[in-house]
């Protein structure tokens, strides 16, 4: 299984840009599909995640109502929407994957619980 994440790039402070996530297993077949983000010399972030049953999703505070995931399931394929930019928005986004469906609700935001990563794509929001 491999995903590969595309989409960042430079963008004002108040502009969009969507992030894609491509999956050589199928997007449908894992229980989560998340977002992170990371800055130099801090942790991993949990953003966003999407879950196979039901479709329900999860976001960290700072993005509710500005960023949207889902997932075309036809397409393997996995979205971030990101409206409304802010500059601490900046980092390197990473999807990731529940591909063994191991993960229990209570660690959906934790990055140690998923088990396939894509390489990353960098976001930068200017002021």
């Known amino acids: 299984v491999q995903l590969q994440a595309s989409g960042g790039g430079l963008v004002q402070a108040g502009g969009s840009l969507r992030l894609s996530c491509t999956s050589s297993?199928?997007?449908?077949?894992?229980?989560?599909v998340a977002w992170f983000r990371q800055t130099p010399g801090k942790e991993r972030e949990f953003v966003a995640v999407?879950?196979?049953?039901?479709?329900?999703?999860y976001y960290t505070d700072s993005v509710k109502g500005r960023f949207t995931i889902s997932r075309d399931n036809a397409k393997n394929t996995l979205y971030l929407q990101m409206n409304s930019l802010k500059p601490e928005d900046t980092a390197v986004y990473y999807c990731?994957?529940?591909?063994?469906?191991?993960?229990?609700?209570?660690?959906?935001?934790?990055?140690?619980?998923?088990?396939?990563w894509g390489q990353g794509t960098q976001v930068t929001v200017s002021s």
């Open positions: 297993g199928g997007t449908a077949n894992y229980a989560h």
């Open positions: 999407i879950r196979r049953d039901g479709g329900r999703t």
């Open positions: 990731a994957a529940d591909v063994r469906g191991r993960i229990i609700l209570s660690s959906i935001r934790t990055p140690s619980s998923y088990d396939t």
